[in-house]
């Protein structure tokens, strides 16, 4: 909700608002400048890339008003941290169904569609069949998304004084990705092996299996697929996110865009990264489900495997879910981040000025 305070306003993501249409080769030459300079002074505002939706906002015009306290790096670590846990467990539990869909078309060899095997799993299993792994989702997304946005929100803010500002969203998102990946593979292992019907019975069952059988290093099966899925796929969509908000902020009079549009872009973003990566994903699927001994152990291994059993088609297993699922996660998610960080940015503003007046009226007391 915009604030009334302009110095609180955050820059959102949406289309601007055009009144005449603009061929490609001028809209990719106007990106392109955006995203090589920073954006002119006599524009009367911060460069659009100062500020972002894992950032603290920067005020739009200087003001001869009273500085307002600004988070250090560290705080706007934790707040990216607690918002991103919210809005990861909420986001990943809403959209478990259809992560269970893509799972089993990826780790069947059988030609089934996604209505068919939904079905199948409200057959054979009921509703609940679509949530099975839940507590797992849920303590790992939570844990996995406070990491991440955390690290990003550390990230920029170290990266921002020393690189240029088209550098820093991969950088951040890729720091971001490796950080949280340590604690979402052994959630997707446990989830996908009980989606897949791999393992039975509870979260904790089956990492206790695990651990008894493969060792505290069997919670990292298919860990190389994981970052090799996660990085390309983490940089694709923030950075694509970024740059459209930063190419609507130069083109859009107002500060402030509106979230139906800011969900559009999110969801446009995360469409196009899952679609790219899911070959790797198929093979991430294929590593984790599969106990014991058998078939390859290794990404290229099991990634020559799905070609000789199924062909080249075989690595686009799911894309259909797992685009879907991608993009309603992008957009549901920087929509629930976003709602959650600025009302901990709120809290935490409104906590800094009252400290602040409390110690000018010890000050004015002891003077």
Not at 3 to 27: E, V
Not at 136 to 143: E, P, Q
Not at 174 to 198: C, D, F, H, Y
């Amino acid at each position: 909700m915009p604030s009334s305070n302009p110095r609180q306003q955050p820059l959102s993501l949406a289309l601007p608002a055009s009144s005449h249409s603009q061929d490609f080769p001028s809209l990719f030459s106007d990106l392109t400048s955006l995203l090589l300079h920073h954006a002119p002074a006599s524009h009367g505002r911060a460069p659009v890339f100062s500020s972002s939706t894992l950032s603290i906002p920067a005020p739009a015009t200087p003001s001869p008003a009273p500085a307002q306290a600004q988070p250090t790096p560290l705080a706007r670590a934790a707040i990216g941290a607690c918002a991103g846990a919210a809005a990861g467990a909420f986001t990943y539990a809403a959209l478990l169904p259809l992560d269970a869909v893509k799972t089993r078309l990826q780790a069947g060899a059988a030609s089934r569609g996604s209505w068919q095997v939904f079905a199948d799993i409200l057959r054979t299993d009921g509703p609940l069949g679509l949530y099975r792994g839940l507590s797992a989702v849920i303590l790992g997304s939570a844990t996995s998304s406070a990491i991440y946005f955390g690290t990003c929100e550390l990230a920029k803010s170290l990266l921002r004084p020393h690189l240029p500002p088209f550098l820093v969203p991969p950088l951040a998102g890729a720091s971001g990705n490796i950080s949280s990946s340590a604690v979402m593979v052994p959630k997707e292992l446990i989830t996908q092996r009980l989606q897949s019907g791999a393992a039975t019975g509870r979260s904790w069952q089956v990492l206790l299996h695990i651990l008894q059988t493969d060792g505290f290093l069997g919670l990292y099966a298919g860990y190389a697929a994981t970052l090799l899925r996660n990085l390309p796929a983490g940089v694709l969509s923030y950075s694509s996110f970024e740059y459209l908000k930063a190419f609507a902020l130069s083109k859009s009079n107002g500060a402030n865009l509106t979230p139906g549009e800011s969900v559009m872009c999110g969801a446009l973003a995360g469409a196009i990264s899952a679609a790219l990566t899911t070959p790797l994903d198929v093979v991430k699927t294929r590593l984790m489900t599969r106990v014991g001994a058998e078939g390859s152990r290794t990404v290229v291994g099991t990634m020559q495997e799905v070609i000789a059993e199924e062909g080249l088609m075989g690595l686009s297993r799911g894309i259909g879910p797992r685009v879907l699922h991608s993009a309603c996660f992008a957009a549901i998610g920087y929509c629930a981040f976003e709602t959650a960080r600025l009302a901990i940015l709120k809290s935490y503003l409104e906590g800094c000025e009252r400290k602040a007046a409390e110690e000018m009226k010890a000050g004015v007391a002891a003077a």
